[in-house]
Every structure is written in C-alpha cells, then in structure tokens.
C-alpha cells in the first residue's frame, strides 16, 4: 500500500537534546498527523494538524504543516526517557467512500538518560 | 474497559491454518478500521466499516483475508490459509463517524506463521 517518506528512520540521542523528524509525500493531503507509539502498544495520536503552514505546540512537541501540504515536521525539545518509541506521521485523504490514514514508515527513538 | 480491546496479544499458527483475530471497538464508535504494520513499516490500511454501510475492503492484500462486523461493534478479522508473509501486527481503531482524524488504536495482535 502506498507510504509516506520519514526520515530519518531511528535517532539515538542523549536526553536533553532536541529531535527533529518528517515526512514528505507525492501527494496532497489536508491534514497531518503525528502518532507515536510504545512497544505493545497501538498508536497513540500526539498532534493533528488542518491548514498548510499551520504550525501547532503538545508540550514539548511542536508539528508544522508544510505549505505545499505535501511535507510535515515533528520536533521534540529537551527529550526525556520516556520520549523513547516509535513516531509516525500519517496524511488523511480524502476520496472516494473512505477517508484513509496514510501512514509513514516511522521514526524509531531511542533516549539514552 | 474505555479503550478498544484486541484478541488474542499473541498468535502463533503453522502455515496453511486458519486464524481468527477480534476487535472490540470503543463503545459507541460506529467507525472500525483494520490494519496490517510488518516489521519496520508503518501502518497499512485492510478494511473500514461504518455503521450499517456496505464495509471497504479495498486494503484486503488477497481473498484469504476477511473480515466482518456483528451487531454494529465487535469485529472478527480472519486470515485463511496463513502463509509466513502474513506474519506482522494487526492493529484494529475505531472513532465516530466522520473523525477518521481521531481514530483510537488497540494494542493488536502479533501474529507468527512457522
């Protein structure tokens, strides 16, 4: 099935640093999300965003929408140990009878306190 | 409890058997979605249902997959004649109609074809 590019595919860093990952597709989407989910667990949805440019704060998690709606980027300031997991982001298109989650590869990150 | 529950957290099955995975969607949630995550891979779509609506399947990789949906809320996905490619974790969401934007995860269920 059809993919978003996220890049990079795992960081390894020190707590305290700042992360920064994203996603670009060939096609537009109206809206961006940002997932990020634990061993054994699903998905746990962390941002969303709905207009290009829109550039949206969770805490330390701040999401951009790209102008062209074909790109998004997840930051993460000061990470923490508990930031470990994977992150994905996820494109919603719209067609047809469905409105479908496009979902990248994902982010693999892992804190070293 | 509050959150969708899946059916078994582990599956292991010998190639050629048949399997059945549950979902027990968020009470309420008319809207139910399958997915498949291999090994390192994001999440890829298998099967929406909506309400009484006539369920898409278009994410169904083959005819060995199916699924259905009873009394509008538990959720049966059943993978028929496992091959080891089928090997991944199934993910089941569900969210109100119209919030494909708020969708609400299981933890899934692994499965492993020997």
């Known amino acids: 099935g059809q993919q978003l590019n996220q890049s990079p595919q795992s960081m390894f860093i020190q707590e305290g640093e700042d992360v920064s990952m994203n996603c670009t597709s060939s096609s537009i989407f109206n809206t961006w999300l940002w997932y990020k989910q634990d061993p054994g667990e699903g998905p746990v949805l962390l941002i969303a965003?709905?207009?290009?440019?829109e550039l949206t704060s969770n805490g330390r998690l701040t999401a951009q929408f790209g102008i062209t709606r074909k790109d998004s980027f997840l930051n993460i300031s000061a990470s923490i140990p508990s930031d470990v997991g994977i992150y994905f982001c996820?494109?919603?298109?719209?067609?047809?009878?469905?409105?479908?989650?496009?979902f990248g590869t994902g982010t693999l990150l892992a804190v070293q306190p | 409890g509050a959150g969708v529950s899946q059916s078994p957290s582990n599956k292991v099955t010998e190639k050629g058997k048949d399997v059945e995975l549950r979902c027990d969607p968020i009470?309420?949630?008319?809207?139910l979605y399958w997915y498949r995550q291999s090994l390192g891979q994001g999440l890829e779509f298998l099967i929406y249902f909506q309400g009484n609506s006539a369920p898409d399947k278009s994410g169904l990789p083959s005819d060995r997959f199916s699924a259905e949906r009873t009394g509008g809320s538990v959720s049966t996905l059943t993978i028929q004649r496992t091959q080891q490619e089928d090997s991944a974790v199934y993910l089941c969401?569900?969210?109100?109609?119209?919030?494909?934007?708020?969708?609400?995860f299981g933890p899934g269920t692994r499965l492993t074809v020997l």
């Open positions: 996820a494109g919603l298109s719209y067609g047809g009878a469905t409105n479908k989650l496009i």
């Open positions: 965003l709905y207009k290009a440019g």
């Open positions: 969401a569900s969210s109100l109609p119209g919030f494909t934007d708020t969708q609400y």
């Open positions: 009470s309420g949630h008319t809207a």
